[in-house]
Every structure is written in structure tokens, then in C-alpha cells.
């Protein structure tokens, strides 16, 4: 069922000892060296480094069509919320974590000193995962780069005059970052004197939470993620945690699987968060970042990715959805009429965007992510801290080119993709048709029903 609600206040968990202005470049902000493998919990500058200098930049060279005839008409835009606070399971684990640290640690480095006599474990459980401002100002900023990016499809007229449609998750990160994404638009166009809706639609934007045969088979499932717990007791690991009780001065049996991930959470939350390099960063060396990284890769790739295929099977609601619309656009654009969704905007979680990029083929390693690869795969396709950092996003842009001719753009994190298959000469900017023969085979099938149903037999 789809609901709609009408917001004017965007409410976002602000927690007054952690309210922080945020530093330029001009600052010297001092980034940790291990920013870069944060996996879904790294910035979006990280992605696009180019921001940090003007987060409003966009390099409209990108979008290059074969021929200047070509006209964008329509505007998908699948985004991930913005940066978070820690889930509670996330900041009870850092709790334990910072006591251990606070009553057992026995190094002296100064770092490790800072920690104990001035660092104050700030995050709770009551936090919950809920938007942070940095989340806020990254779904503004987003929506008026895409309005630099495609001006003739995200502008003032179009919004106003309905044209552009809101859909999101019902979390309230989700929620947030529309609202956030909408203030971005009204703000830049000063808009006071009307409200736009958004509607919540939790059966296509989180489509894994009603996919029977996944919540049974893989995510409710342990022995799913066999892998992923073999790497984590594997020798690889097990050096991390060494290396973190030597830095700290504690026997290894205090350092955890566990504990090592809290340690990571609390470098990558303090720096996404609060733009600070925090001494918990000194836990690690680039090495241990690599590992950690790639552990949490393993889970993705098991868990939403392509380990499983009903993993990007649980997608196909959105997958129709997506196409269903690119279909009733193109139609509309041929036959003359205004296109009625000029510009859609899906705000999901990274767990929406996973299965889809992996369902459409993107970032498929010839070999599998295992865990006795670690070694092999140091060049991967497959790598969260790239693909999905806060506010990620899938962009697909419809062409018309005249005489028929309609073209596709794919754009991951503001930058163009290639879609698996079609690899020709003017593949960032693929003829439409050619991409729904590609995926042919999904769109005549890819049930989510069929798929989800709970004792489907074996393809």
C-alpha cells in the first residue's frame, strides 16, 4: 500500500554536544588514511573527492549524448539516505568497546591517552540509526547538483507543476532525506507558498523485508553466511584484532570480532559525522583497514549481492518498477504528450540499491568473493566503499534523439556506468531498445512474487 503524508519540518535527532561546523578543504581537514575503505559507512566526498573543494560541482561533460539532438525527457533517480547515527546495535557494541578500552587499556601512546582522559562516548542506543545534519546537507546538495546536472528536467516549472514525483522507504532516515531533498529544491528556488508531497512505499523500496524466500533462505538464515564467518575467525582477521590488543595494550582474548568492527564503527561514524580524524582511527594501519573492508564486503556480497541469486531476485519489484515508468515516458514522449513523471526520485537504504545494481549485473567479479580469496581479490569489482557510500545513488536518464531514437544514460554516484552487455562505442549513452534487449529475460519474467514464493524450485 502506498501512503502519502505532507511535511514542512524536517526532524532530524541533533545531539547538542555534537553539533560541529563543518571544515573545508581550506582548513586542512585531516582525513584518516583509512577513510577510503568504509565500506557503506564512508562519505560521499570519498567518491567524489572533486566536492571537497565545491560540493555543489558538477561536470556536465559527463553527460555527452552522440549527437547534440539529443534531449533528456526523463529523470530515474534511485538514492540511498543520508549519512546516520549508529544503529542501537551499533553503539551498544561501541560502548562495550570504549569500556573495555577505559578500564583495561595499558598502552601509552598519546592517542590511546586521549581516548581515556578526554574522548566521551557520546553515541546511543536511542539513536537508532536516525539522520544526521551531514545527511541533511547532502541530499540539499545532491538535489541542486542534479538541477545543475539536467536543469531542463529537475526546475521550478516542473516541480511546481507536479512533474516531479517523491518516493521513499518508511524509515526515518528515508523520510528525512526526501524532506531534505525537497528543502534542497524549494530553498534554491525560494519557494514558500506550496508543499509537495511524498509517497512511502515500503513494498518497492524495501522489497527485502516481504521477499518470503529471502528472509527465509539467506537473512534469517546463519549457515547463508558461512563465508563471511569462516574469513572473520580466519588468520587475516585474527592479526587485526592481534594488532589492535597489542596497540592497546590488552591481552587478545578482550579483542573480539566484535570489538574490532566497533573500533572501525567509531572511526568511520566520528569522521562521517563530526569531520574529525579520531583517535580511534590509530587502531588501525592501511592493512587492517583492507581486511576489515573486505570482510564486510564478503557480507554484502553474500547477504544482497551475488552469492545468492535470490538475493538480486528480491529486487525484481523495483527492477518493474523502474522500467515500467522508463516505459510509460518514452511512450508518453513519443506520442507527443507532456511526460507526466519528468523526474522520480527513490530514497532507499543501501540494502535497496544492492540487489538492483546486482540484479542489472553491475560490479560482477569473474570469481566469487570467498573467504580463502582474500589475497586474489585485492582488484575487485566488488567494493562497497565504492558503490555505496551515504547518499548514493543510481541515476538513469532517457533520451530522445530524434527519428525515434531514444538512449538511456546510467550514472552511480553522479558518474557514468556501463551496462553490463553492452559495450560498444557509445555504451555510456546506450540506444533504450538495446538495453531492454539486454535484459530481455528479467523483464518478461523476474516475477517478485514467483521469485519470493517460500518453496520455488531450483532454476
Known sequence: ????????????????????????????????????????????????????????????????????????????????????????????????????????????????????????????????????QKGVEELKHLAIRLSKLVPSLISEEKLRGGYIKFITSSKHRCVNSTLSFKAGLTELWAITDQDFDHAINDSVMRFFDHCTRYVQEVDNNSSALSEINKFRQGPEMRRVTEK??????????????????????????????????????????EEDAKVIEYASDLREYWKRGYGYDINSKSSCILFHDVFNRLNKAASENKSGQQVTEAVTVQVGHADTLLPLLTLLGFFKDNVSLN??????????????????????????????????????????NEKPVTFPGLSDQQASMPRYEDVKENYSELLQGCDFETECQLFKSPA
Not at 1 to 22: A, D, E, G, Q, S
Not at 382 to 397: G, I, W
Request: proline letters at 5%; a neutral charge; aromatic letters at 12%.
Open 371 to 412: 573467504s580463502s580469496n582474500y589475497a586474489t581479490q585485492t582488484q575487485r569489482s566488488f567494493r562497497t566503499s565504492h558503490m555505496l557510500p551515504y547518499a548514493a545513488n543510481l541515476l538513469l536518464v532517457l533520451y530522445d534523439c530524434g527519428a525515434g531514437e531514444l538512449r538511456l544514460q546510467a550514472l552511480l
Open 244 to 285: 589492535i590488543a597489542d596497540r592497546l595494550g590488552v591481552q587478545y582474548s578482550l579483542i573480539t570480532q566484535d570489538m574490532a568492527d566497533a573500533a572501525f564503527y567509531l572511526c568511520a561514524y566520528e569522521f562521517a559525522i563530526k569531520a574529525v580524524n579520531s583517535p580511534w582511527c590509530q587502531l588501525f594501519d
Open 1 to 132: 500500500m502506498t501512503f502519502f503524508r505532507k511535511f514542512t519540518v524536517i526532524h532530524v535527532l541533533i545531539i547538542p554536544c555534537c553539533v560541529v561546523n563543518y571544515v573545508t578543504p581550506e582548513d586542512n581537514l585531516d582525513i584518516p588514511s583509512i577513510a577510503k575503505y568504509f565500506n557503506t559507512k564512508g562519505r560521499y566526498e570519498e567518491v567524489n573527492p572533486h566536492l571537497l573543494k565545491d560540493i555543489l560541482a558538477v561536470n556536465t561533460s559527463i553527460l555527452q549524448p552522440p549527437s547534440a539532438q539529443c534531449q533528456p525527457f526523463h529523470l530515474t533517480a534511485i538514492i540511498r539516505h543520508g549519512t546516520r547515527y549508529p544503529t542501537s546495535k551499533n553503539a551498544k557494541e561501541m560502548q562495550q568497546l570504549y569500556n573495555m578500552v577505559l578500564h583495561n587499556a595499558t598502552g601509552e601512546e598519546s592517542w590511546l591517552r586521549e581516548i581515556q582522559s578526554q574522548w566521551r562516548m557520546w553515541y546511543t542506543e536511542d539513536m537508532d540509526g536516525r539522520l544526521v
